[in-house]
């Protein structure tokens, strides 16, 4: 047992409770976080694909594959929010 | 023979799977929030295990804790707009239609049969994979830092670095577009503790986020963590209402959203030409280039991800509004 094994089932796992919440959550705000555990599960498996045993150093390209994946999945975050916000506003105010 | 540090390892993995199921199933979405900011810490601590510092700083101050801050706040103007503010037990915000347990079911063992593909390729798999190690070390002395992973951010990848930071600009622009005309959600009473706690912290934080940016050369650190230490005292700020964002801020805002992309375009462009390509930094001035580059970028995140999180445009009240408000 390496951690890069132990991990990269972790991220697979983290993957596939992300996507089955992404199919069956019904509150948007849970779909939003379900889609970001996806994500995570994703930076896992290529944190695990740079990992080398100790004294070698781990492969930079990933890490700033998944340094990068980070800002942008926080981008599309706020954009989903801004949208879940207003569409609220929109049907609060139907309901009126 | 075994590792304690295998036992760590084991008991993070179960731990983090365990976060991610729990951000699923608990019924109130506050808990969800709180469980999922728990869940990225613990996933940082697992990065820092895999020994990439950088990631987990990355982790640790954006995907955990200004989305968090973002998370949070959506939360409150959901339940303010659905007058639930006051009623906790409202789990819900959007109605909910039980779904069939069948459908259930079906996701589920699809979600299990793609797990089971993915873990036996994972294993599968050879386990010392071409990488970019050695390309990386050999071109190291030409990049001008002496830390890997900004290298490669800055220098040799340094065009989906430039796109990034487009994202971010993209994210902002959309924001404002998309909650214009939104009415906002009183901002809760902090008390006066909060104040006092906001004195304190906030030369401690800018502190940080400049250490983070500059030893980001040499050592884990860069303009993304950087930045993100710099948005949370955008946040304090706004939180404590220290500064309350006016209409006439908003040109100074637009500046500070486009500085970054502007220089990183701007640089990249200039150092072009006579036989060098775009982001090819002259040797000699590199570490200059990639510093005024990072500094620069720095600010425009910091504002940026502030600008997520206090969401609307500040414009100037209607005036409709206004007769409402005397």
Request: aromatic content about 6%; charged content about 15%.
């Given at each position: 047992?390496?951690?890069?094994?132990?991990?990269?089932?972790?991220?697979?796992?983290?993957?596939?409770?992300?996507?089955?919440?992404?199919?069956?959550?019904?509150?948007?705000?849970?779909?939003?976080?379900?889609?970001?555990?996806?994500?995570?599960?994703?930076?896992?498996?290529?944190?695990?694909?740079a990992?080398r045993?100790?004294?070698?150093?781990p492969d930079p390209v990933p890490h700033?594959?998944?340094?990068?994946?980070?800002?942008?999945?926080?981008?599309?975050?706020?954009?989903?929010?801004?949208?879940?916000?207003?569409?609220?506003?929109?049907?609060?105010?139907?309901?009126? | 023979?075994?590792?304690?540090?295998?036992?760590?390892?084991?008991?993070?993995?179960?731990?983090?799977?365990?976060?991610?199921?729990?951000?699923?199933?608990?019924?109130?979405?506050?808990?969800?929030?709180?469980?999922?900011?728990?869940?990225?810490?613990?996933?940082?601590?697992?990065?820092?295990?895999?020994?990439?510092?950088?990631?987990?700083?990355?982790?640790?101050?954006?995907?955990?804790?200004?989305?968090?801050?973002?998370?949070?706040?959506?939360?409150?103007?959901?339940?303010?707009?659905?007058?639930?503010?006051?009623?906790?037990?409202?789990?819900?915000?959007?109605?909910?239609?039980?779904?069939?347990?069948?459908?259930?079911?079906?996701?589920?063992?699809?979600?299990?049969?793609?797990?089971?593909?993915?873990?036996?390729?994972?294993?599968?798999?050879?386990?010392?994979?071409?990488g970019f190690d050695?390309?990386?070390?050999?071109?190291?002395?030409?990049?001008?830092?002496?830390?890997?992973?900004?290298?490669?951010?800055?220098?040799?990848?340094?065009?989906?670095?430039?796109?990034?930071?487009?994202?971010?600009?993209?994210?902002?622009?959309?924001?404002?577009?998309?909650?214009?005309?939104?009415?906002?959600?009183?901002?809760?009473?902090?008390?006066?503790?909060?104040?006092?706690?906001?004195?304190?912290?906030?030369?401690?934080?800018?502190?940080?986020?400049?250490?983070?940016?500059?030893?980001?050369?040499?050592?884990?650190?860069?303009?993304?963590?950087?930045?993100?230490?710099?948005?949370?005292?955008?946040?304090?700020?706004?939180?404590?209402?220290?500064?309350?964002?006016?209409?006439?801020?908003?040109?100074?805002?637009?500046?500070?959203?486009?500085?970054?992309?502007?220089?990183?375009?701007?640089?990249?462009?200039?150092?072009?030409?006579?036989?060098?390509?775009?982001?090819?930094?002259?040797?000699?001035?590199?570490?200059?280039?990639?510093?005024?580059?990072?500094?620069?970028?720095?600010?425009?995140?910091?504002?940026?991800?502030?600008?997520?999180?206090?969401?609307?445009?500040?414009?100037?009240?209607?005036?409709?509004?206004?007769?409402?408000?005397?």
């Amino acid at each position: 047992m390496t951690p890069d094994m132990i991990y990269g089932l972790t991220g697979i796992a983290v993957f596939a409770i992300g996507l089955a919440g992404a199919l069956c959550a019904q509150d948007r705000l849970r779909r939003l976080l379900a889609l970001k555990l996806c994500s995570m599960g994703a930076g896992f498996l290529l944190v695990v694909a740079a990992w080398r045993v100790p004294p070698d150093a781990p492969d930079p390209v990933p890490h700033a594959l998944v340094i990068t994946g980070i800002v942008v999945v926080v981008s599309a975050t706020a954009v989903a929010l801004a949208l879940i916000r207003r569409l609220q506003s929109l049907e609060t105010r139907d309901d009126d | 023979m075994t590792d304690p540090l295998v036992i760590f390892d084991l008991l993070l993995g179960l731990s983090i799977v365990a976060l991610a199921l729990a951000v699923l199933s608990v019924r109130d979405l506050f808990a969800a929030i709180v469980l999922f900011v728990i869940f990225g810490l613990l996933s940082a601590l697992a990065w820092v295990r895999l020994s990439a510092p950088d990631v987990a700083l990355a982790e640790a101050a954006i995907g955990t804790g200004v989305t968090g801050a973002l998370l949070l706040k959506t939360l409150h103007h959901l339940r303010y707009v659905t007058g639930t503010l006051d009623r906790p037990e409202a789990m819900n915000l959007t109605p909910v239609t039980p779904v069939p347990m069948p459908v259930l079911w079906v996701n589920a063992a699809f979600c299990g049969l793609i797990a089971l593909g993915l873990a036996v390729a994972f294993l599968e798999a050879p386990k010392v994979g071409p990488g970019f190690d050695a390309l990386v070390a050999e071109a190291m002395p030409a990049s001008g830092v002496d830390h890997p992973v900004t290298a490669v951010l800055l220098n040799f990848r340094a065009y989906d670095t430039l796109m990034e930071v487009v994202v971010l600009l993209a994210a902002v622009i959309a924001v404002w577009q998309v909650e214009r005309g939104l009415s906002e959600a009183p901002a809760p009473h902090l008390g006066e503790v909060w104040q006092g706690f906001a004195r304190l912290a906030l030369p401690a934080i800018v502190v940080v986020g400049t250490y983070l940016l500059w030893v980001g050369a040499e050592a884990p650190g860069g303009a993304f963590q950087g930045g993100a230490v710099l948005a949370s005292v955008g946040l304090l700020l706004l939180l404590s209402r220290f500064y309350v964002p006016q209409p006439a801020h908003r040109g100074i805002a637009r500046l500070a959203f486009v500085l970054g992309t502007g220089v990183f375009s701007a640089v990249a462009l200039l150092v072009s030409g006579g036989g060098r390509v775009a982001f090819e930094y002259p040797l000699e001035h590199a570490k200059t280039l990639i510093l005024l580059i990072e500094g620069l970028v720095t600010i425009s995140i910091a504002v940026t991800l502030a600008a997520l999180f206090h969401g609307r445009e500040p414009v100037a009240l209607g005036e409709e509004e206004r007769r409402n408000d005397t």
